[in-house]
């Protein structure tokens, strides 16, 4: 690998930042750090190559736009774990999907966009269903305790989860098709933009005029890179669960989310056979501090009644793609195989 130098520092900080909506970007990021645009894009290309750029593309809240998600918990035979998770995997809404140490052995977040025709709670019931779960056990954030700045975990749990669609306006279609097209990973050429229209019903004008907008709504977080860090990060990530009094949530999520370890917590609902309240997100080097750190915070907190989760596989992991024709796929067809089902 070749070693980044400090003009690969002063550019990987201006990829981080806001990526300029204009039609040449890399020519005014080229700017930013007199640097040409031809440089730009030659060193953007071999740090992508190199691993330490992912991707340069829109980074949108999933509220804002109206989705829905939701993490869930299911019980699957053993033997049909593998089996279970491709049927919830090929779900193109579902983010990430785990197989876990527990009775409820398979985890899984899924997201629904604002026009589904069949919402949240059924979408998760038609999985179920195909997959032929046991049990499943819907575990919405019901409250947001603490939620870190990073969301690089891949165990962050519904970092990016939510309910909340007050206040959505729908999109138009060029909006939507704007939103579909800004995902994509920017094409390294000058005007990057035309290239990602090409065969699109909107114009790269038009594109980057809905992309300021989308941005200064609030419903585009930030378009910029997606970067590799390359300091050595915490390798184990544990879930752990809580029984906190009904009453106490607030004041026990509040002394569990003091430790530096903990990244998120959540209040989420209970079942009868699942008593579990309050979620953490621990990070440590390993499963031992993990365990360290759980057992730490159950005596700082008082708290006996616990559990630590961890993913024995990893079946998915994934950014969601908003607005995907695919989603509309998958619903399509389970609305119309429930319609001949109904008719026969």
Same mark, same amino acid.
């Given at each position: 690998?070749?070693?980044?130098?400090?003009?690969?520092?002063?550019?990987?900080?201006?990829?981080?930042?806001?990526?300029?909506?204009?039609?040449?970007?890399?020519?005014?990021?080229?700017?930013?750090?007199?640097?040409?645009?031809?440089?730009?894009?030659?060193?953007?290309?071999? /740090?992508? %190559?190199?691993?330490? +750029?992912?991707?340069?593309?829109?980074?949108?809240?999933? *509220?804002? @736009?109206?989705? !829905?998600?939701?993490?869930?918990?299911?019980?699957?035979?053993?033997?049909?774990?593998?089996?279970?998770?491709?049927?919830?995997?090929?779900?193109?809404?579902?983010?990430?999907?785990?197989?876990?140490?527990?009775?409820?052995?398979?985890?899984?977040?899924?997201?629904?966009?604002?026009?589904?025709?069949?919402?949240?709670?059924?979408?998760?019931?038609?999985?179920?269903?195909?997959?032929?779960?046991?049990?499943?056990?819907?575990?919405?954030?019901?409250?947001?305790?603490?939620?870190?700045?990073?969301?690089?975990?891949?165990?962050?749990?519904?970092?990016?989860?939510?309910?909340?669609?007050?206040?959505?306006?729908?999109?138009?279609?060029?909006?939507?098709?704007?939103?579909?097209?800004?995902?994509?990973?920017?094409?390294?050429?000058?005007?990057?933009?035309?290239? /990602?229209? %090409?065969?699109?019903? +909107?114009?790269?004008?038009?594109?980057?005029?809905?992309? *300021?907008? @989308?941005?200064? !709504?609030?419903?585009?977080?930030?378009?910029?890179?997606?970067?590799?860090?390359?300091k050595p990060g915490f390798t184990a990530t544990a879930m752990g669960l809580w029984?906190?009094?009904?009453?106490?949530?607030?004041?026990?999520?509040?002394?569990?989310?003091?430790?530096?370890?903990?990244?998120?917590?959540?209040?989420?609902?209970?079942?009868?056979?699942?008593?579990?309240?309050?979620?953490?997100?621990?990070?440590?080097?390993?499963?031992?501090?993990?365990?360290?750190?759980?057992?730490?915070?159950?005596?700082?907190?008082?708290?006996?009644?616990?559990?630590?989760?961890?993913?024995?596989?990893?079946?998915?992991?994934?950014?969601?793609?908003?607005?995907?024709?695919?989603?509309?796929?998958?619903?399509?067809?389970?609305?119309?195989?429930?319609?001949?089902?109904?008719?026969?």
């Amino acid at each position: 690998m070749h070693d980044i130098d400090q003009r690969d520092r002063e550019l990987l900080s201006a990829l981080q930042g806001d990526l300029p909506l204009l039609s040449t970007p890399f020519a005014v990021i080229g700017q930013m750090i007199d640097m040409s645009e031809k440089e730009v894009i030659k060193r953007i290309e071999r /740090l992508k %190559r190199e691993g330490l +750029v992912r991707q340069l593309s829109a980074h949108f809240d999933m *509220r804002a @736009l109206g989705y !829905r998600s939701c993490l869930v918990a299911a019980r699957v035979a053993p033997e049909k774990v593998d089996d279970a998770a491709a049927v919830i995997t090929a779900h193109p809404g579902v983010t990430q999907n785990y197989r876990r140490n527990n009775d409820l052995n398979l985890w899984f977040t899924v997201a629904v966009s604002p026009s589904s025709s069949i919402g949240l709670e059924k979408t998760i019931e038609v999985l179920g269903d195909e997959a032929g779960c046991e049990a499943v056990r819907p575990l919405p954030t019901l409250k947001l305790y603490k939620s870190t700045a990073s969301e690089s975990s891949s165990e962050s749990h519904g970092g990016a989860e939510g309910d909340s669609q007050s206040e959505y306006t729908p999109f138009t279609p060029a909006e939507i098709e704007a939103i579909r097209l800004l995902q994509r990973d920017l094409p390294l050429q000058p005007r990057p933009f035309d290239a /990602l229209v %090409r065969n699109s019903s +909107v114009a790269a004008d038009e594109l980057l005029s809905i992309g *300021r907008s @989308l941005l200064k !709504r609030g419903q585009m977080r930030r378009f910029s890179a997606v970067v590799q860090s390359r300091k050595p990060g915490f390798t184990a990530t544990a879930m752990g669960l809580w029984v906190v009094p009904r009453d106490r949530e607030d004041e026990y999520a509040a002394k569990l989310s003091q430790h530096r370890s903990v990244s998120h917590c959540y209040l989420r609902p209970v079942y009868e056979d699942w008593p579990y309240n309050v979620y953490t997100t621990v990070h440590g080097r390993s499963v031992d501090e993990c365990e360290s750190i759980i057992n730490d915070l159950a005596i700082d907190s008082g708290l006996s009644e616990k559990q630590a989760l961890y993913p024995t596989k990893e079946y998915k992991k994934a950014r969601i793609n908003f607005f995907s024709r695919e989603a509309e796929e998958w619903e399509s067809s389970r609305s119309a195989r429930r319609a001949a089902i109904a008719v026969s």
